[in-house]
């Protein structure tokens, strides 16, 4: 799906709705709980993965900007 035709899709508001802790970045645990939230249950290695695929800078931590990149 493309969220870019999705007329009320903001990438900011989605940032900052996994981004609980407001560092500036969403880690392992904030991942984890926004899929067991929507009702996925991953392995600790798939959302590693997961993090791994969007993150950059290789800290297991997905910045505002890395989250552009790939969403």
Not at 15 to 26: C, M, P, Q, S, V
Not at 43 to 58: P, Y
Not at 62 to 69: N, Q, R
Request: net charge negative; with cysteine.
């Amino acid at each position: 799906m493309h969220l870019k035709n999705r007329p009320y899709f903001n990438i900011r508001e989605a940032f900052e709705h996994l981004d609980r802790k407001k560092y500036g970045n969403i880690g392992i645990e904030e991942l984890r709980d926004f899929l067991c939230y929507h009702g996925y249950f991953a392995t600790e290695k798939e959302i590693c993965n997961l993090i791994m695929k969007a993150d950059r800078t290789k800290d297991m931590r997905i910045t505002f900007h890395e989250f552009i990149d790939e969403f």
